[in-house]
C-alpha cells in the first residue's frame, strides 16, 4: 500500500504546472504587434485565446504569412503542442515577442510529465494561457495604450507640419481599423471625437 501511495505521489508531483514568463516592458509601449503564422501548430483555439489576451490589455494584432510587414515593429511567434491521454489537451505552449530581430519578452507554459495523474490537463486552453498573458502583460492596460495610440498620432500630425482635415482624419481611422491598427471601439471612439471637432 506504501508503494502505491508513493507511486501515486510522485506523479502527481511530476504534473505540476511550470509557467516561465519575462514581461514585456512598459517603457516600450508596444501598441500593436503582428503574429507570424505557424502552419505546424495544430492547436486550432491556440491563437484566438493569445490574441484575445493581447486585446484584453490594449494591444491590437493581426496574423501575417511569409515575411513581416514593414510597418510590424514588434512581432510575436508562437508554438502549442498537443498530448493524447483519453483525449487530446495542450501540454506545452510559447509566446516570444521580438522588437525587430531582439527578442523582448517571452512566455511558457508546460505541463511537467504531460501533466501526468493531473486531470486538470484537459483545462481549456483559455484557462491555462490567460494567466501567462497576464503576467507576460501585467505592465499593460486598454488606458496606457490608448494613450500611446494618441501620442503617436498628435506626434506624427506636428512632423507633418500642418493640420489633417476632417476627411483626412476619418481616412486615417478607417484605413487604420481596416489593417487591424485599432480595434472597432477605438475606431468608434475616435471617429465620434473627429466629427465633433
Same mark, same amino acid.
Given at each position: 500500500?506504501?508503494?502505491?501511495?508513493?507511486?501515486?505521489?510522485?506523479?502527481?508531483? $511530476?504534473?505540476?504546472?511550470?509557467?516561465?514568463?519575462?514581461?514585456?516592458?512598459?517603457?516600450?509601449?508596444?501598441?500593436?504587434?503582428?503574429?507570424?503564422?505557424?502552419?505546424? &501548430?495544430? /492547436?486550432?483555439? %491556440?491563437?484566438?485565446? /493569445?490574441?484575445?489576451?493581447?486585446?484584453?490589455?490594449?494591444?491590437?494584432?493581426?496574423? #501575417?504569412?511569409? @515575411?513581416?510587414?514593414?510597418?510590424?515593429? +514588434?512581432?510575436?511567434? +508562437?508554438?502549442?503542442?498537443?498530448?493524447? @491521454?483519453?483525449?487530446? #489537451?495542450?501540454?506545452? $505552449?510559447?509566446?516570444?515577442? %521580438?522588437? !525587430?530581430?531582439?527578442?523582448? $519578452?517571452?512566455?511558457? #507554459?508546460?505541463?511537467? !510529465?504531460?501533466? !501526468? *495523474? @493531473?486531470?486538470?490537463?484537459?483545462?481549456?486552453?483559455?484557462?491555462?494561457?490567460?494567466?501567462?498573458?497576464?503576467?507576460?502583460?501585467?505592465?499593460?492596460?486598454?488606458?496606457? /495604450?490608448?494613450? +500611446?495610440?494618441?501620442?503617436?498620432?498628435?506626434?506624427?500630425?506636428? *512632423?507633418? !507640419?500642418?493640420?489633417?482635415?476632417?476627411?483626412?482624419?476619418?481616412?486615417?481611422? =478607417?484605413?487604420?481599423?481596416?489593417?487591424?491598427?485599432?480595434?472597432?471601439?477605438? #475606431?468608434?471612439?475616435? =471617429?465620434?471625437? &473627429?466629427?465633433? *471637432?
Amino acid at each position: 500500500m506504501k508503494k502505491i501511495l508513493t507511486v501515486l505521489f510522485l506523479a502527481l508531483l $511530476a504534473s505540476c504546472t511550470s509557467i516561465k514568463v519575462k514581461e514585456v516592458d512598459p517603457s516600450l509601449q508596444v501598441s500593436h504587434v503582428c503574429i507570424q503564422n505557424n502552419p505546424k &501548430v495544430i /492547436v486550432s483555439e %491556440y491563437i484566438p485565446v /493569445v490574441r484575445k489576451g493581447f486585446e484584453r490589455h490594449g494591444i491590437t494584432t493581426e496574423i #501575417y504569412k511569409g @515575411d513581416k510587414p514593414n510597418y510590424c515593429e +514588434y512581432h510575436l511567434t +508562437y508554438t502549442a503542442l498537443k498530448a493524447w @491521454d483519453l483525449g487530446m #489537451y495542450m501540454h506545452h $505552449a510559447e509566446l516570444q515577442l %521580438y522588437k !525587430g530581430t531582439k527578442p523582448v $519578452a517571452y512566455a511558457e #507554459y508546460h505541463l511537467n !510529465g504531460k501533466g !501526468g *495523474l @493531473d486531470l486538470t490537463k484537459w483545462a481549456s486552453i483559455d484557462s491555462k494561457m490567460d494567466p501567462v498573458i497576464n503576467k507576460l502583460l501585467s505592465g499593460y492596460s486598454p488606458k496606457m /495604450v490608448d494613450a +500611446y495610440r494618441k501620442t503617436i498620432h498628435l506626434n506624427n500630425k506636428q *512632423l507633418n !507640419g500642418h493640420n489633417e482635415s476632417k476627411a483626412d482624419q476619418l481616412r486615417d481611422l =478607417k484605413k487604420w481599423f481596416e489593417e487591424g491598427l485599432i480595434t472597432e471601439q477605438e #475606431y468608434i471612439h475616435e =471617429k465620434e471625437k &473627429v466629427l465633433n *471637432l
